[in-house]
């Protein structure tokens, strides 16, 4: 049995939170004990507390104080964690400084998509602050590599999802489009993620207006929270019935039941969960030509690649879809299948073996 901390200093509920639970239900089911420290008061920690996780808060002020750090040492010299597991930047910077000189294993994990501001401060950080560094995709590792990381600490893992068993039936789907007030002829594109710049929902808006004058059937639905959407909101609610804000979403499985189409004009993404897992439920995607986005889907057989922030080349992709339901279903089809080789049994699974492979000759296992 592993002894696993779980690290993440995030104040919201996004993707790599999501995973953080994720992957802990997968290693509990497996007989690993585990804690998941966060700040206090944040979503994760309250999701794990109800969830029968050991819970630690971080400190609600700053956890990099004196105390802070000391609080967390104390609770990995108690419990004599095997591996402490950073799931951002920040927190691996705090796993470092709370463990230094402690006999465990340190493992990052990087999943987003973008260059260092220091490659210096990179190389630092992923050279001799840890002992392994777990990359979303081969795009995220590439970018460590350029950094200055070396190549023999990094591992690709992709970030899981949670397989839908069976698809959403006629009725379901039926139920939501009508809670939409859409017809059988209406043709519903979504997309769901938090609402933030490198999320590109403008890039989504834009593209479906250059439709909307030639096929006013056509209507776009954005799942999600974040901090544009108060100002995307005031500038074309009202303006559009074509374009909907829907906020958080609880039932994806519901949402996703109603569509036809998901959208991801990401201007950057490490793997792109939320293309994933709109494909485990047979919807065909268009995404940007980006990141991970460019691993997971291939161009014309299980989605579709656009130019990344042009809302011309998003619509001409739409527009490509609209009159040809055989091959919606045909793409939707093979990217169900594509999906199921990112389960979270399979991330979980890898990571593991991951974390053994890292402690293999470090020290025997308490």
Not at 187 to 214: C, D, N, S, Y
Not at 341 to 356: G, K, N, S, V
Request: aromatic content about 8%; charged content about 25%; some cysteine.
């Amino acid at each position: 049995m592993l002894k696993i901390l779980h690290l993440d200093t995030g104040r919201e509920m996004r993707g790599g939170q999501v995973q953080i639970l994720m992957l802990a239900r997968k290693l509990r089911q497996a007989g690993h004990s585990q804690a998941i420290v966060s700040p206090a008061g944040s979503p994760l920690l309250a999701a794990a507390g109800s969830e029968g996780f050991e819970a630690q808060a971080l400190p609600a002020t700053s956890p990099w104080d004196f105390a802070g750090l000391a609080t967390l040492r104390r609770l990995i010299v108690s419990r004599a964690f095997h591996v402490i597991h950073a799931h951002d930047g920040r927190g691996q910077t705090l796993a470092w400084l709370a463990s230094f000189q402690l006999p465990v294993v340190r493992v990052a994990s990087r999943r987003v998509a973008f260059f260092p501001s220091s490659r210096f401060g990179h190389r630092l950080k992923y050279n001799f602050t840890c002992d392994g560094v777990i990359a979303v995709s081969r795009c995220v590792r590439e970018l460590l590599v350029r950094a200055g990381v070396r190549p023999g600490k990094i591992q690709v893992i992709p970030d899981g999802i949670e397989f839908p068993a069976r698809l959403p039936d006629g009725s379901e789907r039926n139920a939501r489009r009508t809670q939409w007030k859409l017809g059988a002829g209406d043709f519903a594109i979504g997309h769901v993620g938090a609402f933030t710049p490198e999320k590109g929902q403008e890039v989504a808006i834009r593209g479906v207006q250059l439709l909307a004058g030639r096929f006013p059937h056509i209507t776009l639905l954005l799942a999600g929270e974040g901090p544009l959407r108060p100002a995307l909101e005031r500038r074309y609610r009202g303006k559009n019935s074509d374009i909907r804000f829907l906020g958080f979403v609880e039932d994806l499985a519901g949402f996703l039941s109603g569509l036809d189409l998901f959208v991801m004009p990401s201007r950057e993404e490490g793997l792109g969960s939320s293309a994933l897992i709109a494909m485990s439920f047979g919807l065909p995607v268009i995404a940007s030509r980006t990141g991970g986005l460019k691993e997971i889907i291939e161009d014309g057989k299980t989605g579709w690649l656009a130019e990344m922030g042009s809302p011309a080349a998003l619509a001409q992709a739409i527009e490509a879809t609209l009159f040809d339901k055989d091959r919606l279903r045909a793409v939707g089809e093979r990217a169900r299948e594509t999906a199921r080789e990112f389960t979270d049994d399979i991330m979980a699974q890898r990571t593991l073996q991951f974390y053994q492979s890292l402690l293999h000759g470090r020290r025997p296992l308490a």
